[in-house]
T-cell receptor, first 117, second 116 residues
Framework: GENVEQHPSTLSVQEGDSAVIKCTYS??????FPWYKQELGKRPQLIID?????GEKKDQRIAVTLNKTAKHFSLHITETQPEDSAVYFC????????????????FGAGTRLAVHP | GAVVSQHPSWVICKSGTSVKIECRSL??????MFWYRQFPKQSLMLMAT?????????EQGVEKDKFLINHASLTLSTLTVTSAHPEDSSFYIC????????????FGPGTRLTVL
């Protein structure tokens, strides 16, 4: 079945350094790739997303790159701050079984990012 | 915009009882909502897709008779865990698609269910 692999599972960086999280997906039909940040006990929050017709997208300190040929995408956080510490999930869209429905998302296992002052 | 709420935020129940969780889109209409389950330190696992006015679509391995989903209006979907057992204890999160013809999902705050 479809799956999304995410690496690393944990990442520890010093404040100000960059952090990179990588994901690979299996379904070549996937066309939407969001990234979510989840703090302990809270809801996942969308931080950035990218569609398959774009290779890179940036929003301030956060950027996402997509390589459709290799079926992998990455999250880049620059100038990390302690408040960036959280679990980050990548996801890839999967077509619904019924036509006309919204794509569902398959999530990676998550990356626990710790930013040390 | 794109605010999704859930109620209750946490619930403790006895084994064998049923628990209903509500998911509401507060400032938009959501024809489709999704229900996820998240165990501690694990990822989000999709349980089912809830479509307004029609039957939910369940993921493989999810018992539809145990996890009843009703999407009676464009702003409300409910998940009922029937005959709950301790292994059903988990964090249940719903999400809703914000705009028509987009895939962006916005999540509710989650409901922590503990079955004794």
């Amino acid at each position: 079945g479809e799956n999304v692999e995410q690496h690393p599972s944990t990442l520890s960086v010093q404040e100000g350094d960059s952090a990179v999280i990588k994901c690979t997906y299996s379904d070549s039909a996937s066309n939407y790739f969001p990234w979510y940040k989840q703090e302990l006990g809270k809801r996942p929050q969308l931080i950035i997303d990218i569609r398959s017709n774009v290779g890179e997208k940036k929003d301030q300190r956060i950027a996402v790159t997509l390589n459709k040929t290799a079926k992998h995408f990455s999250l880049h956080i620059t100038e990390t701050q302690p408040e960036d510490s959280a679990v980050y999930f990548c996801a890839a869209s999967i077509r619904p079984q019924l036509s006309g429905g919204y794509n569902k998302l398959i999530f990676g296992a998550g990356t626990r990012l710790a930013v040390h002052p | 915009g794109a605010v999704v709420s859930q109620h209750p935020s946490w619930v403790i129940c006895k084994s064998g009882t049923s628990v209903k969780i509500e998911c509401r889109s507060l400032d938009f209409q959501a024809t489709t909502m999704f229900w996820y389950r998240q165990f501690p330190k694990q990822s989000l696992m999709l349980m089912a897709t809830s479509n307004e006015g029609s039957k939910a679509t369940y993921e493989q391995g999810v018992e539809k008779d145990k996890f009843l989903i009703n999407h009676a209006s464009l702003t409300l979907s409910t998940l009922t865990v029937t005959s709950a057992h301790p292994e059903d204890s988990s964090f249940y999160i719903c999400s809703a698609v914000y705009r028509v013809r987009t895939d962006t999902q916005y999540f509710g705050p989650g409901t922590r269910l503990t079955v004794l």
